[in-house]
């Protein structure tokens, strides 16, 4: 029999499906439906996931049973076979039966005389009970309901309670991999323990604490060397989530590489606020709030990518409260702090953005760290503050950081942008659309477009962005999609519509 993986592979092929065309379909990630068919994951926790693949493969139902089958379900034949049988024994039970004896004249003439003579007296006790039966029988029949309810005083039935139906079992999420691998000795003395085991260890307690069910720890053999190496072995792994590093005694320097995918919370802008590609963290491996400290930072971003805020800042404050601390590892807790007053607020009644707090806390991280991120969240919030000097003064320093990448370049032209200067704006438009391999940049270019009166290439810019969006996942979809559409009629009769109005909204302030 063939596995589920293999199948998979199989069907989709012959329908020409591709990876992220099913991903989308199911509503999981590519990289679940790539470890379907290569047997990293041996099947689907769901079986409504193997029914939605078989429906979108337009399987026959053979060939849906047998998907079924290798994922370890009941085919849906057999289940239909069972409620029908279930169904009839139930109408078998639910028919009348008759009470009374039937009696055969033939075979009471061929009885000998005491055997009639046994019956007689059966009889003679039988036939007053069935009198009396059909009597109370036929009073139930005739007498209309009122009369009914007298009679049930004799023997009142047992009120039925009400059953509450219990609440739809919720589908489990994708699975998210967090990779750890062999981290590299750098002399020392050994310690008396497994370096890596100690990691996993500290991963899963916190996994279980948190109730975090759908992480997966996965452990690989080989000692990453460089960055280059850990994504690619994070991205053939199929993690989120990437730790390497080196260590000497107790002492280890862990690298923490992230593919995490955040749910916007932005106005609308296309210049949102952005979680680390990669952090650093000293700790001592013999201290176990230390090592716990590390595993609550890991996974902090996690739960902002399935958008649970509640538990990403539960997660905070429990890594805030094992002190002491590396500098790098309470850099990177301030760089939390950061964000989360930035987006969500710390409090579950807070402001929904602390600005002036989220400064402080980046201004911490940065005394640490030159963190490219930090710059431009920084950015970010002094642009919504109105502060469009140190704005760009920070934009120009993570695009000194790393030039190569879109996201500051795209934040300076947004804040030109918003001070309607789209002569400014436009060459840094076009810097960050050299270096996106997304369609941001090209939204942003458009409002910057419109500001120069150029309504038919804004309006084409933001109907590549839609194209673009239509790969995208329905959330981020359902958040920017219709103002575009709207922007582009607008366009399209003649008008540009970013007035100073719609800016300031678009600037993310409270």
Not at 457 to 464: H, I, V
């Amino acid at each position: 029999m063939k596995s589920f993986g293999a199948l998979l592979t199989e069907y989709m092929t012959r329908t020409g499906i591709s990876d992220s065309e099913m991903a989308r379909h199911l509503g999981v990630s590519r990289q679940t439906i790539f470890r379907w068919k290569e047997g990293m994951t041996a099947r689907p926790r769901v079986r409504e996931d193997v029914l939605k693949c078989a429906d979108r493969l337009r399987l026959t139902a053979e060939e849906r049973d047998a998907l079924l089958l290798a994922a370890g379900f009941a085919p849906e034949t057999r289940q239909a076979t069972q409620d029908e049988r279930r169904t009839t024994n139930e109408t078998e039970t639910t028919e009348p039966q008759t009470l009374v004896p039937v009696i055969e004249p033939n075979a009471i003439a061929a009885a000998p005389t005491r055997s009639l003579l046994r019956r007689a007296r059966w009889l003679a006790f039988a036939i007053p009970v069935l009198v009396l039966f059909g009597f109370f029988g036929g009073a139930f029949l005739i007498f209309p309901r009122e009369t009914q309810n007298l009679i049930a005083f004799v023997n009142p039935p047992t009120p039925t309670a009400t059953v509450t139906p219990p609440p739809p079992t919720p589908v489990p999420p994708s699975e998210q991999v967090v990779v750890i691998a062999a981290l590299n000795s750098r002399g020392g003395t050994a310690p008396p323990y497994n370096v890596t085991a100690r990691l996993r260890f500290a991963f899963e307690q916190e996994i279980q604490k948190q109730n975090f069910l759908a992480v997966r720890i996965l452990d690989i053999a080989d000692q990453v060397r460089d960055p280059v190496m850990a994504e690619r072995l994070r991205a053939r792994s199929g993690g989120q989530v990437m730790l390497w590093g080196n260590y000497s005694g107790d002492n280890a320097r862990v690298e923490i590489g992230y593919s995490t995918h955040v749910p916007f919370r932005a106005s609308g802008a296309s210049v949102f606020p952005m979680l680390p590609v990669d952090q650093s963290a000293t700790l001592n491996l013999s201290k176990p709030n230390e090592v716990r400290a590390l595993a609550l930072l890991t996974l902090m971003p996690l739960h902002l990518e399935r958008g649970d805020t509640i538990r990403a800042v539960e997660a905070f404050n429990t890594a805030q409260s094992l002190t002491p601390y590396s500098n790098e590892m309470r850099a990177a807790l301030e760089f939390y702090r950061g964000y989360l007053l930035q987006t969500t607020g710390l409090e579950q009644n807070a402001e929904p953005r602390e600005f002036d707090e989220a400064i402080r806390a980046y201004n911490r991280n940065l005394s640490t760290t030159s963190l490219y991120e930090a710059y431009l969240n920084r950015g970010l919030v002094y642009l919504a503050q109105n502060e469009d000097a140190a704005a760009k003064t920070d934009f120009q320093r993570a695009q000194g950081i790393e030039p190569q990448r879109p996201e500051a370049w795209r934040a300076a032209c947004w804040a030109f942008a918003l001070e309607q200067q789209p002569q400014a704006a436009l060459s840094l438009c076009d810097a960050a659309a050299t270096r996106d391999a997304s369609a941001w940049s090209l939204d942003t270019r458009a409002i910057v477009y419109a500001e120069l009166g150029r309504y038919a290439d804004a309006a084409n810019e933001f109907q590549n962005f839609l194209h673009w969006l239509d790969t995208q996942p329905a959330r981020t979809r359902e958040l920017f999609a219709p103002t575009r559409r709207a922007w582009i009629e607008t366009l399209r009769g003649g008008k540009n519509p970013f007035d100073t109005e719609l800016l300031n909204q678009l600037r993310g302030a409270p």
